[in-house]
């Protein structure tokens, strides 16, 4: 399950699920509210989410582009450390800024 929350202008979303191919619509489903704003600010928290496979990182580009359009951005925050590992290695630092809280993800917003 994913959930997502309000503080002030910036969403998080969390989950418990992997964020991988079978999981990819209740993840977009939870997104959508968030991409209804003005200037969509979303930072995923993934402390809890235990993989993230090819589809999910495609998930998030294309989150990353949807909320670009619309003058806003995604940014990840507290993945574990499998999770860091195939971010990494698929290259995802250079696509997608990447925090080790979601306190410090959030104020990357006020920047």
């Known amino acids: 399950m994913y959930t997502h929350k309000r503080s002030g202008a910036i969403d998080t979303i ?3 699920l992997p964020l991988i191919a079978e999981n990819q619509s209740a993840f977009l489903n939870t997104l959508q509210g968030c991409l209804k704003q003005g200037q969509p600010r979303v930072v ?4 809890q989410i235990p993989l993230i496979d090819s589809a ?3 998930t998030i580009l294309d989150v990353r582009d949807q909320c670009q359009q619309r003058g806003g951005a995604v940014v990840l925050a507290r993945p574990n450390a ?4 195939i971010l990494r290695i698929n290259g995802m630092e250079n696509e997608v800024s990447i925090f080790e809280d ?5 104020g990357n917003f006020s920047k």
Do not use: F, K
Not at 44 to 47: A, K, L, P, Q, R
Not at 82 to 85: K, T, W
Not at 102 to 106: D, S, Y
């Open 102 to 106: 979601t306190v410090t993800a959030m």
């Open 56 to 58: 999910g990182l495609e």
């Open 44 to 47: 995923v928290d993934m402390s």
């Open 14 to 16: 969390s989950g418990t």
């Open 82 to 85: 499998l999770c860091r590992d």
